[in-house]
């Protein structure tokens, strides 16, 4: 019987072991796509206790907290940092088979060297031996992101915000890149014609400009698009149930945008109108400037009103969404490859029922001009498990390039989350070394050891176009 969570865990033989220590484990880490908050960073932030870097904002262990039957008060209430973390750690034990007992326990043991299971017994000495640490100088964020060896990630920003954080973290010259990612959401959500009039308010003032008419508007975004480009952005994402891509007029939509200024309400048709047309232009404007675009796509958010009113968005009450995707996906995909004006792409679903959709649409759109110009990104948000991803990474084996890959990622706005890229590489390099052993692929390690590095690293490095390191960039990591 294997010990649980020890050196191989997750490698059930021993070519998978091979890969994972000797070419896997060593490789540095890209997260091309977080919710991590900036100003932490630039502050370079000591947190006071594990709460406050491991609860605070998770809504995946609140889902589980709630699930246990904790009230709310011990999840985002008044309650004090160390009874949230008591309740946390008694909920723990009933996590067992959920992602999060993972999560959790690759957590302690490689940020804190703690090996301990938690539970409500062990709680107290776990809860004061890290936060022990976490006031040390090699437990900042920035150490906590050095620890994992992470040498780029790119934020989560919407085209209002100055960047300020991101320009003091440039100023010290640190080694890890921290770059903005463009994320227009609020700049083209119409649903509520007041909030969008009160957004566009906030837009005049960043762009310095007044915006009256549907050009002024795109003037103005795109005046911050060119901003953040000066601010070393080459990435955007958007964050959708469904792509738009209604049939439209340029006169529509202007007088479309006439009616939201003067406060009246549109017709579902005119919404999905104007959406259609801003993901339009974001794509051209992503296309000129070389960026990647991204799109995730299936979220059923906020189902709980109640709770929503309580609590505001991003708290633990979004589920999958059943939205038909393929034919507004490839009707969009289509017109931006008709007019020469489609960007590098990553789309990612929430719903696997999906998969194969998704793995092969990208073969619809990849026209040679670039090695996995279109990717269908990793397992996403409720996908992000040992499931999920086997069947991520074994529907683009059969349907595309594996081999071509751009790897994993957190979406996490926990600094502690870093671990999530070994629980991919683990899988899959037990992946290839099941296949190895069992005489489905030849049994050449060296070769089979350099596409796995490429999808932990090096694919994601070339097709963003980042320089790096390139101390970074080893042939192996032999630690066993």
């Not at 929503?308 to 996906?329: E, M, V």
């Not at 070339?462 to 630690?479: A, I, P, V």
């Amino acid at each position: 019987m294997k010990k649980f969570l020890d050196e191989n865990f997750l490698l059930n033989n021993a070519t998978a072991q091979r890969l994972y220590h000797e070419y896997a484990k060593g490789m540095p880490i890209i997260d091309y796509h977080n919710h991590l908050p900036p100003n932490e960073v630039a502050e370079n932030k000591n947190f006071e206790n594990i709460s406050q870097v491991w609860l605070n904002g998770d809504h995946y262990k609140w889902r589980a907290m709630r699930t246990n039957g904790v009230e709310e008060e011990y999840i985002t209430g008044n309650k004090t940092d160390w009874e949230k973390f008591r309740a946390w750690a008694a909920t723990v034990p009933y996590t067992v088979r959920n992602p999060l007992y993972h999560w959790t326990h690759l957590e302690l043991q490689r940020y804190f060297d703690i090996h301990e299971i938690l539970n409500a017994e062990s709680a107290k000495a776990i809860y004061d031996e890290c936060n022990a640490k976490l006031q040390t100088p090699s437990f900042s964020v920035r150490g906590l992101l050095e620890k994992m060896n992470v040498k780029l990630i790119c934020t989560t920003d919407d085209p209002l915000d100055d960047l300020a954080y991101h320009q003091q973290i440039e100023k010290d010259n640190w080694s890890t890149k921290v770059l903005p990612a463009f994320r227009p959401d609020k700049a083209m959500n119409v649903d509520d014609t007041s909030t969008f009039n009160n957004y566009l308010t906030g837009l005049e003032k960043a762009a310095d400009t007044s915006i009256s008419t549907y050009n002024d508007y795109l003037s103005a975004l795109k005046k911050r698009h060119t901003f953040f480009v000066n601010n070393h952005c080459n990435v955007s994402d958007h964050g959708l149930e469904e792509i738009y891509a209604e049939d439209y007029t340029s006169t529509e939509i202007a007088g479309i945008f006439a009616n939201i200024r003067s406060g009246g309400d549109l017709t579902l048709t005119e919404k999905k109108k104007f959406k259609s047309a801003m993901l339009v232009n974001f794509a051209e404007w992503d296309w000129e400037k070389g960026f990647v675009q991204q799109y995730h796509l299936g979220a059923l958010r906020n189902n709980n009103s109640r709770m929503l009113k309580q609590l505001g968005p991003d708290t633990g009450w979004d589920s999958i969404g059943d939205f038909s995707q393929a034919r507004s996906l490839s009707k969009f995909l289509d017109r931006l490859d008709a007019n020469n004006t489609l960007a590098k792409t990553i789309i990612y679903n929430l719903n696997p029922a999906d998969n194969e959709l998704f793995a092969t649409m990208i073969g619809n759109f990849n026209d040679g001009t670039a090695a996995g110009k279109v990717q269908w990104g990793s397992s996403w948000w409720f996908l992000d498990q040992k499931d999920g991803m086997t069947k991520q990474i074994n529907a683009l084996s059969n349907m595309g390039l594996l081999s071509r890959f751009i790897g994993m990622l957190t979406d996490s706005r926990s600094f502690l989350s870093f671990p999530r890229h070994e629980y991919f590489r683990r899988i899959l390099c037990n992946l290839f070394g099941e296949e190895i052993e069992n005489g489905e692929l030849p049994n050449d390690i060296d070769w089979t050891g350099k596409v796995i590095q490429d999808i932990c690293f090096n694919n994601a490095k070339n097709y963003f176009g980042w320089e790096l390191d390139q101390q970074t960039e080893t042939k192996h990591s032999k630690t066993m």
